[in-house]
C-alpha cells in the first residue's frame, strides 16, 4: 500500500461554498501532483509541485489552488465549487529521480449540487 | 489527450486469454509507465520502462516501447478476472511531469 491519503473519500456540497481536498504522503516524496479524471476515466494534470514552496499549473486550466508550506502536505482548494467542479481528483506523489514511479492516494469524488 | 491515445477504449475477453493494449504518445520522453485503476480508486503503478529499452517483462505482464513510432504495448498473459480493471499508460517528458493516456477498460470474463 502506498503511503499517500486523500480526505475525504466522497464529498456532497453545495454550490458557493469553498472547500479543501487533503493530500499527505509519508514518503518524504519532493514532488507531488494533483490530477482530475472525467467520468470517462481520462487524468488531466492540473497542479505540481517540485518542493516546499513550489507549484505550478498544470495542462489543464482549473480555478483550484494549491500549496506546498511542508513536504508531506499538498492541499487543494475550491473558493466557491461549481456543479462544473464535479469530479474526481486524485493526487500523486513520486522522488525526485525521472525513473521512477507515481504513487496515487484513493482519490476523492467531489459533487457539488 | 494531453500526450495520447490508447487503443482499444475497451476490450472484454475470456479468462485465460491474452490482452493486449496499445498506447501512442506525441513528444520526446524519458520513459514511458503503465499504471492499473480499480473501479472508482486511485492508480497503482505496474512497469517502467525507459526510453532506451525495447521490451520489458514482469511476471504476466509484457510492455514493448518503439520510440520511433512514439508507440508502446501492454500485454497480459493468461488473463484472470481479477485483471478487470483500467490500464493506463503515462509519458515522463523533459520536464519530468507524467501525463495519462486515455485509457483502456479490461473486462475479464470469468
Known amino acids: 500500500e502506498a503511503d499517500i491519503y486523500q480526505t475525504p473519500r466522497y464529498l456532497v456540497i453545495g454550490t458557493g461554498k469553498k472547500i479543501t481536498l487533503e493530500c499527505s504522503q509519508t514518503?518524504?516524496?519532493?514532488?507531488m501532483y494533483w490530477y482530475q479524471q472525467d467520468p470517462g476515466m481520462e487524468l488531466h494534470l492540473i497542479h505540481y509541485?517540485?518542493?516546499?514552496?513550489?507549484?505550478e499549473k498544470g495542462d489543464l486550466s482549473s480555478e483550484s489552488t494549491v500549496s506546498r508550506i511542508r513536504t508531506e502536505h499538498f492541499p487543494l482548494t475550491l473558493e466557491s465549487a461549481r456543479p462544473s467542479h464535479t469530479s474526481q481528483y486524485l493526487c500523486?506523489?513520486?522522488?525526485?529521480?525521472?525513473?521512477?514511479?507515481?504513487?496515487f492516494g484513493q482519490g476523492t469524488r467531489l459533487t457539488v449540487v | 489527450s494531453q500526450q495520447g491515445e490508447e487503443d482499444p477504449q475497451a476490450l472484454s475477453i475470456q479468462e485465460g486469454e491474452n490482452a493486449t493494449m496499445n498506447c501512442s504518445y506525441k513528444?520526446?520522453?524519458?520513459?514511458l509507465q503503465w499504471y492499473r485503476q480499480n473501479s472508482g480508486r486511485g492508480l497503482v503503478h505496474l512497469i517502467l520502462?525507459?526510453?532506451?529499452?525495447r521490451e520489458k517483462h514482469s511476471g504476466r505482464l509484457r510492455v514493448t516501447l518503439d520510440t520511433s513510432k512514439k508507440s508502446s504495448s501492454l500485454l497480459i498473459t493468461a488473463s484472470r478476472a481479477a485483471d478487470t480493471a483500467s490500464y493506463f499508460c503515462?509519458?515522463?517528458?523533459?520536464?519530468?511531469?507524467?501525463?495519462f493516456g486515455t485509457g483502456t477498460r479490461l473486462t475479464v470474463i470469468p
Open positions: 503515462a509519458t515522463r517528458t523533459g520536464a519530468n511531469n507524467l501525463f
Open positions: 509541485s517540485y518542493g516546499v514552496n513550489s507549484t
Open positions: 520502462i525507459r526510453s532506451n529499452e
Open positions: 500523486a506523489s513520486s522522488d525526485g529521480g525521472k525513473d521512477t514511479e507515481a504513487f
Open positions: 514518503m518524504g516524496h519532493d514532488k
Open positions: 513528444t520526446s520522453i524519458n520513459n
